[in-house]
């Protein structure tokens, strides 16, 4: 058996360290584990023969702090305010000092106000850097724990015999580093801003009705079938079903519905929506870690541990970056001054190689967008459960769309029936099928006798006994504007009904957008032809695939995969489940059931067609922020190396380029919280 936790860390510094700790966790046997730094956590899938205890353990004697979450979401990282303003005080004068003005004992003077900036100031990469060599393990810290005291241990050398000062470097390249830790640790939560709005949606407390008595209690004693008030402008307090009043909800910052929707007596309602109107009573349906607020914060979150191919390629070359860089700056120190050149630029070139090549941009590229991308998709009604999905949707050239509940309103009506005495025997039938034919069917017909030994075919229909008569109600083979059904009574036709749904007033609009985006639209349906190709050419779609049984929905994505396509499907039911789960990229409707959110990739919250755009657009673009994150990590030290051994980079202006590539990366990331929806 397995079991799953995140732990929260600290300790890491880089994206070395990340990989440190999930090597060592992913050592032990049947563990698999993922670290992220942008968050600094680790989601960790473990045996039973193994605890959380076991877990800590392992980190910590990889040289890191762990722990199990608190429950509550706390920021990431600390920002380094006071190291960095008392850092660049003492800096700015040591810089004065080394290069305009040079005063008496100006040399004693820039020893006393470098040497707090690059031991307390830099204590932070000292440590880290020390703490990983006693485990036989070098990061970035260890590039710049070497390079400042390289720098600040020549200049005391130099200090004695009259040669140059390097104290200006070692103190600059600390207060630069200090300033990108700082931004960095600022961006880093700015870009967790959208999942921590959304854990704290939830309301804090709630008035239960108990006895007819209204009771204020905290959220967390409340109990499925508890009735609770909701008064107007009061957050609701978990998923309910409206038993008394009407209101308008507005839901904007769940599900990104700009508009409040109206509810009354038997409507659903989700947790975390606020009350716009009039006092409502609803019944808890889900609570606690089953409500819909729940379950996407924990989507959202599990979404950000994961890692795209790129990213592990990242990875696996900032694993060896460090001893690779540390042997480069070795040999050009010695290429240096076996060409003759002084000891003074051979070391300042050496010194260089080690403060530009630090490799914390690769570590932040994709996580720090797929925080923000999944956050800012949250706001808007979408989860994206990771980064592997961001590719399929690049990929995918050909979107098959469900019908029912997906294109339509799938809120089917009745508009013929033979006879009041045919919807009577159809709505006894049906009265024990969820299907939305049968709701159909069961609401035209009114009050209806009762039914035993019901039964159901998928894709057929239902048969049940009715007043000592065996009642069938199947689907026609005749074709109509809508869906018929023939009524059997006792073998014979009785009659017949004839059933309708409408396309989304957005649908239209939708398949226009997903054919701009290069998706070649498909609509895929258990209906009659007639009543597929009328829906279809209503909304714009060319290929239809018709009279399909639940069960070959399956086949169908398929056989689309086999002639080459990479297939997006967007479904809503128990019946898209199987192929929501084979297609390439499976877009769920977050309205439809939890088997068939839990079979796809996006979920989308809203039951609105465009939002699948839009789902598809976010993703994309995350995508495309994490490529170029990459490749301007992979630029900045592929060209930042040459030039630094080449003696082209100042120490101070490699340690300055070094800070600010991270903070461009985390920036550039930063730019999905603009995202606009279509819808």
């Known amino acids: 058996m397995t079991s799953e936790v995140d732990l929260e860390l600290t300790g890491m510094t880089c994206a070395s360290c990340a990989n440190r700790i999930e090597r060592k966790l992913n050592k032990l046997d049947g563990v698999a584990a993922t670290v992220n730094f942008a968050t600094e956590k680790a989601h960790v899938a473990f ?110 050398v130099s200090l004695v015999g009259g040669g140059e000062l390097y104290l200006e470097a070692a103190a ?159 040999a050009t120190l010695l290429g240096w001054l076996l060409a003759g050149q002084s000891a003074t630029d051979a070391f300042t070139a050496a010194v260089a190689v080690l403060i530009i090549a630090c490799p914390c941009a690769l570590g932040l590229a994709t996580p720090t967008a797929l925080m923000v991308g999944t956050g800012r998709g949250a706001q808007l009604g979408i989860l994206i459960k990771g980064p592997e999905v961001l590719e399929q949707t690049r990929r995918a050239n050909v979107v098959v769309l469900d019908k029912t509940g997906t294109v339509t309103t799938g809120r089917m009506t009745v508009q013929q029936f033979t006879s009041d005495e045919t919807l009577r025997l159809a709505g006894a039938a049906e009265s024990g099928s969820e299907h939305p034919i049968a709701k159909a069917i069961v609401a035209a017909a009114g009050e209806v006798p009762p039914a035993t030994e019901f039964a159901s075919t998928p894709g057929v229909g239902v048969t049940a006994t009715v007043g000592g ?41 939708a398949v226009a957008r997903l054919k701009g985006l290069g998706l070649r639209p498909v609509l895929l349906t258990g209906d009659n032809r007639s009543v597929a190709t009328s829906i279809a050419t209503a909304v714009g779609i060319e290929d239809v695939v018709a009279e399909v049984l639940p069960a070959d929905k399956v086949d169908v994505v398929r056989r689309l995969q086999s002639e080459g396509d990479v297939v997006a499907m967007v479904g809503d039911g128990v019946n898209d489940a199987a192929a929501l789960a084979q297609a390439d990229l499976g877009i769920a409707m977050g309205t439809g059931s939890d088997v068939a959110i839990e079979a796809s990739d996006l979920t989308l919250v809203r039951d609105d067609l465009l939002v699948a755009v839009d789902a598809i657009r976010l993703s994309r673009r995350t995508l495309g922020i994490i490529r170029g994150n990459l490749f301007w990590a992979f630029a900045y030290n592929v060209a930042g190396l040459p030039l630094a051994a080449a003696g082209l980079l100042n120490p101070m202006i490699a340690g300055g380029a070094m800070a600010l590539s991270s903070v461009f990366v985390v920036g550039n990331s930063l730019r999905l919280r603009s995202f606009r929806t279509t819808s």
């Open 469 to 509: 008569h065996r009642i069938e109600v199947r689907r026609a083979a005749t074709a109509a504007a809508g869906t018929t059904v023939d009524v059997v009574c006792d073998g014979e036709t009785v009659g017949s009904i004839v059933v309708a749904d409408e396309p989304r007033p957005t649908s239209a609009e």
């Open 172 to 330: 600059v390249v600390t207060t630069f580093l200090l300033a990108g830790r700082f931004l960095e640790a600022r961006a880093k939560s700015r870009s967790g801003d959208a999942l921590r709005a959304l854990l704290e949606l939830g309301a804090k407390d709630v008035a239960v009705l108990r006895d007819g008595v209204e009771t204020r209690i905290e959220v967390a004693g409340l109990r499925v079938g508890d009735l609770f008030v909701v008064r107007p402008g009061e957050k609701l307090a978990t998923d309910g079903v409206v038993e008394e009043g009407a209101s308008a909800v507005d839901a904007s910052l769940l599900t990104g519905e700009p508009v409040p929707v109206e509810v009354g007596p038997g409507d659903d309602v989700v947790g975390g929506c606020i009350n716009a109107g009039g006092r409502l009573v609803v019944r808890a349906t889900r609570v606690g870690a089953d409500t819909q607020l729940a379950q996407m914060a924990r989507l959202v979150e599990q979404a950000q541990f994961g890692k795209a191919p790129v990213q592990r390629l990242a990875d696996r070359i900032s694993a060896v970056f460090v001893p690779v860089v540390i042997a480069l700056a070795i």
């Open 47 to 156: 045996p039973d023969t193994l605890t959380p205890a076991d877990l800590v353990a392992t980190v910590e004697a990889a040289g890191y702090g762990a722990s199990l979450p608190a429950g509550e979401p706390r920021a990431t990282g600390d920002d380094g305010r006071t190291r960095l303003l008392v850092s660049a005080l003492l800096t700015v004068p040591v810089v004065v000092l080394g290069m305009a003005w040079h005063v008496d004992g100006w040399r004693w003077i820039s020893l006393v106000l470098a040497t707090p900036v690059v031991f307390w100031g830099g204590a932070g990469f000292h440590r880290a850097a020390w703490t990983n060599l006693r485990h036989g393990a070098t990061t970035m810290d260890t590039l710049v724990s070497l390079g400042t005291l390289a720098a600040y241990g020549w200049s005391v």
